[in-house]
């Protein structure tokens, strides 16, 4: 049986796992050294070493992400960001430009705009939601197209088929930022995408205690991303990938939770006489609601909303609240609420931040694992008090 035919859930258990368990133990030790015996001179072992990412644990972590990606190879990283830095070093060249669908991930933004910039790297920005304006802003030296799955904060869901069947016609990489669906949720690859990027620091480890990330493709991209990353020295260390296997072990279970608090608390916000406006997915009125019912098995543990009133009605239902933290990130077991303006979206201009409807009090809501009754009863009780 190919792993590939097992369902996603045992694949995280299972995929990537060494078939001759060392000295019998079910779970894979953690190899803390940073260079290997080379064996016999003359007739020597591969140089491997912790920087290159291919020691034991690099070797489990990337077969497993492979096969839960549907890709023929993964590569790990010492952050998303490193992540994604490789990957756009990998694709591009000097002169070179890509189109990316507005308002990225803050620090993709700013890595595009300052450091790729510098490079002679050009971008022109795009509408997820208007195919009929991509081929406008396509230049002799268009290689790729980056998008992200879901946007933050207001969870819009760009035309991820049509972005497939542009860079097919025109003969780019397409590329997406999967760190919001986690490929529980959404598997590109499988969708025609070329290269898969997460934070591995939201879902895929799930406990908000480590920063890692990954890319997923073919074995050709994945090789020269590695090459790349050697050279940047973004790797990732041998506890932190021991740390992030044990995360995407329960990755499946953790997932199903999240999206299952996030459209229970969506749901009983709208209903809410207190809240002005709600922004999930999967809600009647989302204007991809139907897209993100065909593409994705669930929308993930982020939404948004606004209450009525004032910044200062938002602060005061941030602060009743009892189990979510006032934190940013997402993706963990505990549930993390924060305002987008003050985190994500905080290098913006408060004009830029209005052109693109993140308003200053607009809270965004990354549900954790906890009990949706109790969730539920806590965000109730915080809002009562504003009615
Ligand atoms: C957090 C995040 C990143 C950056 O990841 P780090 O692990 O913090 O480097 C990139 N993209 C998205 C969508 C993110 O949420």
Redesign the pocket.
Same mark, same amino acid.
């Given at each position: 049986m190919q792993s590939t035919d097992r369902a996603i859930s045992t694949r995280l258990v299972h995929a990537g796992e060494p078939q001759e368990r060392v000295e019998g133990a079910v779970v894979l030790p953690i190899f803390q050294s940073a260079t290997f015996s080379l064996g016999t001179p003359g007739d020597e072992d591969p140089v491997h070493y912790l920087r290159y990412s291919n020691t034991p644990n690099h070797r489990a972590l990337h077969a497993k992400l492979a096969a839960v990606s549907g890709g023929e190879a993964a590569l790990v990283t010492g952050? #998303?960001?490193?992540a994604?830095s490789a990957a756009l070093l990998t694709l591009l060249r000097s002169g070179e430009h890509l189109l990316v669908q507005s308002g990225l991930?803050g620090?993709?933004q700013g890595f595009l705009q300052y450091d790729l910039a510098e490079l002679n790297i050009g971008y022109s920005p795009i509408d997820g939601n208007r195919p009929d304006t991509w081929e406008a802003a396509l230049q002799p030296k268009t290689r790729a197209v980056y998008v992200?799955c879901l946007s933050?904060p207001l969870l819009e869901v760009a035309d991820l088929e049509a972005v497939v069947d542009f860079c097919r016609r025109y003969e780019l990489i397409s590329v997406i930022?999967n760190?919001?669906a986690s490929p529980v949720n959404f598997r590109p690859l499988e969708w025609g995408f070329d290269v898969e990027i997460h934070?591995?620091?939201?879902y895929l480890n799930g406990h908000s205690d480590i920063?890692? #990330?990954c890319i997923m493709g073919n074995r050709d991209f994945i090789e020269r991303a590695r090459r790349k990353l050697n050279a940047l020295g973004g790797s990732l260390d041998a506890h932190t990938c021991f740390l992030l296997q044990r995360g995407l072990k329960t990755l499946a279970l953790r997932m199903g939770q999240q999206n299952d608090n996030a459209l229970a608390l969506a749901r009983l916000l709208a209903e809410h006489p207190a809240v002005e406006k709600v922004n999930y997915p999967l809600l009647e009125g989302h204007p991809q609601q139907q897209r993100a019912q065909r593409l994705f098995e669930g929308c993930g543990g982020v939404f948004s909303f606004e209450v009525k009133g004032d910044v200062a009605a938002a602060e005061g239902l941030v602060g009743r609240l009892e189990l979510a933290i006032y934190a940013p990130?997402?993706g963990g077991v505990e549930t993390l609420i924060g305002f987008p303006a003050r985190t994500s979206h905080v290098g913006l201009s408060p004009q830029e931040r209005s052109a693109m409807r993140v308003s200053d009090k607009m809270i965004r809501v990354a549900a954790g694992i906890e009990a949706t009754a109790d969730l539920c009863a806590d965000f109730t009780q915080a809002l009562d008090a504003l009615a």
């Open positions: 952050s #998303g960001m490193a994604i991930y620090g993709t992200e933050n930022d760190t919001f934070s591995a620091t939201k920063v890692a #990330g990130s997402l």
